[in-house]
């Protein structure tokens, strides 16, 4: 079993920053794509950005300049870090990844418990 725990949430003022953690831990082939998505109230889950092992990255377009995603292969873990922080940036923010299991290499997605991201002055 893959396990994902995301860390780092919490309440900003506009125009703060804050930083976004994801480990994936468990017995598993690799992680290939790994990402953000986040959930605002009353609204789907939408995707905020995804890196692959190789380090492509890919944005939503409405936070393209001000969030940054980063991965650490070595430690299994995924960062977003968030600047400039608006209050339309509230959501809870669920880490996902697509692990290849060591059995019969079948690929599966994974999401975090979810970490929640308040701005608000």
């Known amino acids: 079993q893959v396990q994902l725990v995301e860390s780092g949430g919490g309440f900003m003022q506009p125009g703060g920053s804050l930083r976004l953690s994801c480990v994936a831990s468990?017995?598993?082939?690799?992680?290939?794509?790994m990402g953000w998505y986040h959930q605002a109230p009353g609204k789907e889950r939408e995707l905020v950005a995804t890196v692959t092992s190789g380090g492509s990255t890919n944005y939503t377009d409405s936070v393209k300049g001000q969030f940054t995603i980063s991965r650490d292969n070595a430690k299994n873990t995924v960062y977003l870090q968030m600047n400039s922080l608006k209050p339309e940036d509230t959501a809870v923010y669920y880490c996902n990844a697509r692990v290849v299991s060591l059995l019969w290499r079948q690929v599966r997605d994974y999401w975090g418990q979810g970490t929640q991201v308040t701005v608000s002055s």
């Open positions: 468990g017995r598993f082939f690799s992680i290939s794509t």
